[in-house]
């Protein structure tokens, strides 16, 4: 499975960006797709996930703020980014992990807000 990210790049406070990651190789259903992120000296963060039905989860830094998405029939992930703020800036990475538990990343795309 090769993962490839897109969308990230420089945007302003309060702005909004929308990252896709395309998804090829062996891919089976019940798999679960997601965004990681990474700040400089920060430890890696779930930013969102969701399932093959469409079930997503969200750490409280941003929900209500971003929206994870995916069509299955292309196999695509996607977020919606808004009211971006500054401690957002980071490297994002797209990951899918397997119905047999094996995870595959996504090069980064980095998001940088700025004031």
């Known amino acids: 499975v090769q993962l490839q990210a897109s969308g990230g790049g420089l945007v302003q406070l309060g702005g909004s960006l929308r990252l896709s990651c395309v998804a090829s190789?062996?891919?089976?259903?019940?798999?679960?797709m997601g965004w990681y992120r990474q700040a400089p000296g920060k430890e890696l963060e779930l930013v969102a996930s969701?399932?093959?039905?469409?079930?997503?989860n969200y750490p409280d830094s941003v929900k209500g703020r971003f929206t994870v998405s995916r069509d299955n029939t292309k196999n695509t992930l996607y977020l919606q980014m808004n009211s971006l703020k500054l401690e957002d800036t980071a490297l994002y990475y797209c990951?899918?992990?397997?119905?047999?538990?094996?995870?595959?990343w996504g090069q980064g795309t980095q998001v940088t807000v700025s004031s």
């Open positions: 190789g062996s891919i089976f259903s019940g798999n679960v």
């Open positions: 990951y899918l992990m397997s119905r047999t538990f094996n995870t595959y």
């Open positions: 969701i399932t093959s039905d469409g079930r997503t």
